[in-house]
């Protein structure tokens, strides 16, 4: 994927200026910068969910997952349900049952998403992420709400189910980019 001078402003606010950059495929690659300076609206530039005021995206892939700030998860399923809505085909409950246990999460997979912390939510939304087979994966602030430890199960997680996939994380905390083995690109 190739970004050539993307720019954006909401009103007389400038958040994206001349952004050019190319990521590889394959590639793990870490966006970062101080909070308010644009993180998430590139992200969401990436994806294609917003327009920028000029520039444009070459190559942007088509097979595309991502995990929001927000969660997202519907609160009445289950966390096996929740993957189980945008897993690629032919994984079962059990591999999604297993995955979720990889993340710590074993013993609260039958009870409701309303019943989760916000750290277990996260962590099942990064779940269904993986699991969806998309190619390349957006995670922005992937790891608000996790302790370090979980963080750091997490992260192996991560990188173990994504071996080969293009990855790209958002984070205000630049020190990411060497725990993921990541590219780190401030904006």
Known sequence: ??????????????????????????????????????????????????????????????????????????????????????????????????????????GHLDKPVSQLSGGMRRRVAIVRAVMSGAETLYFDEPFTGLDEDTKKLVIDYILTGCEGRTLIFVSHCPDDAALLNAKEIRI
């Open 1 to 106: 994927m190739e970004l050539k001078g993307i720019c954006k402003s909401f009103g007389e606010n400038e958040v994206l200026r001349d952004i050019s950059l190319i990521i590889p495929k394959g590639s793990r690659v870490l966006i970062s910068a101080p909070s308010g300076r644009g993180k998430t609206t590139l992200l969401r530039i990436m994806m294609g969910l917003e327009k920028p005021d000029s520039g444009e995206i070459v190559n942007r892939p088509r097979s595309q997952a991502a995990v929001f700030q927000e969660d997202r998860l519907p609160e009445e399923f289950t966390p096996v349900n929740c993957v189980k809505m945008t897993a690629a085909r032919g994984v079962t409950k059990e591999n999604i049952r297993e995955h979720l246990g990889l993340v710590g999460l074993e």
